[in-house]
């Protein structure tokens, strides 16, 4: 099997003695500063948007739960409308995944809808 068939995956079985246990110790992980950061948030009031749209200025993206509002609360919509106003400014995205999370993305960050299959 050529090199080619080992990347592409060229149909043959693979077993666990096929890939080999690394050890991080042995590499340098150190890591300098990330331009972008994932932030996890969750929002039950108005008030939990403000570090929300902090952090989107900052230009982080923002996963925040709902699950604690009632999906038919006119909170969450106000809420939503002011991450979807800081989206706008910032020229980024925002999505409402499902009924429990809102997906906010700054500048140059878009969100696609389709599912990885």
Not at 83 to 111: F, H, N, S
């Amino acid at each position: 099997m050529g090199i080619m068939s080992k990347i592409l995956g060229g149909g043959g079985t693979h077993s666990t003695e096929d890939y080999v246990e690394l050890n991080l110790d042995d590499f340098d992980t150190a890591r300098g500063e990330a331009g972008i950061q994932v932030r996890l948030a969750e929002i039950s009031e108005q008030r939990d948007a403000i570090p929300i749209k902090d952090a989107i200025y900052d230009g982080d993206v923002v996963i925040a739960d709902i699950t604690r509002m009632s999906p038919s609360d006119s909170v969450v919509d106000r809420i939503l409308e002011d991450l979807r106003q800081v989206a706008r400014e910032v020229d980024g995205d925002v999505v409402v995944k499902g009924e429990d999370e809102i997906i906010i993305a700054p500048t140059g960050v878009t969100i696609d809808r389709e599912k990885l299959s």
